[in-house]
């Protein structure tokens, strides 16, 4: 009877986690435009419409028309893309399941329907988009609604930034993809810092994009040399001291114009629908001088092992629980998984309550 009770505690532990699994997977993306049609966010979407691009040419001369998180959807769009997808074994380039859409799209309405997005970096809106509204209520759309941490999370959002910007599959590089191993995320994030509501240094950020940029490597060659990228550049002496715009200003327009905030599905390639995953990257623990606060996105950095010298000399630094990953299910699947788990709490009372009517005997 104990081992019956023992199978009948693994299984209902089961259904929990099914059940949880169920419930984050209410959680969708809505659109670019469902975040910024919002009279709370209009600094926010004149950032992302009008303000990002001309400030990554400005620091960048040598990118194109298609510069900005808006467009990295039409950088699928190259003719070099599809045999990039090739080369990493995706039939499709715009596999919502793929990493080609993962990092150049936001997927939402059943397709990769805009580049890089709010949601793309703050989580899918579905939940928070209407809570968050209310004032100060930053910690419980994060802790109930889906929203990643990434106010003061130093941490969480250069994580985001590097495990796209710089590859973790040698199979791409290959190809012919850019490596990303020059990205300086100390000069890299300013553009996008336009819109932050807190201010960072650049050489901090640069050093930590350094050491998870480090990390990506030695996951996709093992056996290369250390990475030793060039220090940050300084940003403007203005952006360094955190001096707003003033205000009045008027934002420079991208050249050519600014692009639509959700670039539609090009007339090439016919919508694919069906709800769609949440990719999410592997989980992995990181050493504890650097481990993010809980609720950031998940590093791919692995362990850096202690020198072999030092391994007696001093202890192990405590490491922290990786951080929780969220895995979004397709809405069938989450619907079946609300019944197998109703059923499977129906059978643990039944068979329950015929071993107690047994023991009673």
């Given at each position: 009877?104990?081992?019956t009770?023992?199978?009948?505690?693994?299984?209902?532990?089961?259904?929990?986690?099914?059940?949880?699994l169920?419930?984050?997977?209410?959680?969708?993306a809505?659109g670019?435009n469902?975040?910024?049609?919002?009279?709370?966010?209009e600094?926010?979407?004149t950032?992302?419409?009008?303000?990002e691009?001309?400030?990554?040419q400005r620091?960048?001369?040598?990118?194109?028309?298609n510069?900005?998180h808006?467009?990295?959807?039409k950088?699928?769009e190259?003719?070099?893309?599809?045999?990039f997808?090739?080369?990493?074994?995706?039939?499709?380039?715009?596999?919502?399941?793929?990493?080609c859409?993962?990092?150049?799209?936001?997927?939402?309405?059943?397709d990769?329907?805009a580049?890089v997005?709010c949601?793309?970096c703050?989580?899918?809106?579905?939940?928070?988009?209407?809570?968050?509204?209310?004032?100060d209520?930053?910690?419980?759309?994060v802790?109930?609604?889906?929203?990643?941490r990434?106010?003061g999370?130093?941490?969480?959002w250069?994580?985001q930034?590097?495990?796209?910007h710089?590859?973790n599959d040698d199979?791409?590089?290959?190809a012919?993809?850019?490596?990303g191993?020059?990205f300086?995320?100390?000069?890299?994030?300013?553009?996008?810092?336009?819109?932050?509501?807190?201010?960072?240094d650049a050489?901090?950020?640069?050093?930590?994009?350094?050491?998870e940029?480090?990390?990506?490597?030695?996951r996709?060659r093992?056996?290369?040399?250390?990475l030793?990228?060039?220090?940050?550049a300084q940003?403007d002496a203005?952006?360094?001291?955190?001096?707003?715009?003033?205000?009045?200003?008027?934002?420079?327009?991208?050249?050519?114009?600014a692009?639509?905030?959700?670039?539609?599905?090009?007339?090439d390639?016919?919508?694919?629908?069906?709800?769609?995953?949440?990719?999410t990257?592997p989980d992995?623990r990181?050493?504890?001088?650097?481990?993010p606060?809980?609720?950031?996105?998940?590093?791919i950095?692995p362990?850096v092992?202690?020198?072999?010298?030092?391994?007696?000399?001093?202890p192990a630094?405590?490491t922290?629980?990786?951080?929780?990953?969220t895995?979004?299910?397709?809405?069938?699947?989450a619907?079946?998984?609300?019944?197998?788990a109703?059923?499977?709490?129906l059978l643990?009372?039944g068979?329950g309550?015929?071993?107690?009517?047994?023991?009673?005997?």
């Amino acid at each position: 009877m104990a081992s019956t009770l023992r199978l009948l505690a693994a299984f209902a532990c089961v259904l929990v986690h099914a059940t949880a699994l169920s419930a984050q997977s209410a959680f969708k993306a809505v659109g670019p435009n469902e975040c910024l049609n919002c009279h709370d966010h209009e600094n926010e979407r004149t950032w992302y419409e009008k303000k990002e691009i001309p400030e990554v040419q400005r620091l960048f001369p040598d990118k194109g028309a298609n510069a900005g998180h808006i467009n990295s959807l039409k950088q699928l769009e190259t003719p070099k893309s599809k045999e990039f997808a090739a080369a990493i074994g995706l039939a499709d380039k715009y596999d919502l399941n793929g990493a080609c859409v993962q990092c150049h799209a936001t997927v939402f309405a059943g397709d990769a329907n805009a580049g890089v997005s709010c949601e793309s970096c703050h989580g899918p809106a579905s939940g928070y988009l209407k809570p968050h509204q209310t004032k100060d209520a930053y910690e419980e759309s994060v802790s109930r609604y889906g929203m990643t941490r990434l106010v003061g999370n130093v941490q969480g959002w250069t994580q985001q930034c590097t495990n796209c910007h710089v590859m973790n599959d040698d199979r791409l590089i290959k190809a012919g993809h850019p490596p990303g191993d020059d990205f300086d995320l100390g000069k890299r994030f300013q553009p996008v810092s336009i819109h932050f509501k807190k201010k960072y240094d650049a050489a901090q950020v640069g050093a930590i994009g350094r050491s998870e940029m480090a990390g990506i490597i030695r996951r996709r060659r093992p056996n290369a040399a250390p990475l030793t990228p060039e220090p940050a550049a300084q940003p403007d002496a203005a952006r360094q001291a955190g001096t707003p715009e003033p205000p009045g200003s008027t934002p420079g327009a991208p050249q050519g114009g600014a692009p639509s905030v959700e670039s539609r599905t090009p007339p090439d390639r016919p919508s694919r629908a069906g709800p769609a995953r949440r990719v999410t990257r592997p989980d992995v623990r990181r050493s504890a001088s650097s481990d993010p606060p809980p609720g950031s996105p998940t590093s791919i950095e692995p362990p850096v092992p202690p020198p072999a010298d030092a391994a007696s000399a001093a202890p192990a630094p405590a490491t922290t629980p990786p951080a929780s990953v969220t895995i979004v299910l397709p809405q069938s699947l989450a619907s079946e998984l609300k019944w197998v788990a109703l059923g499977g709490l129906l059978l643990i009372v039944g068979v329950g309550a015929f071993l107690w009517g047994r023991s009673r005997r």
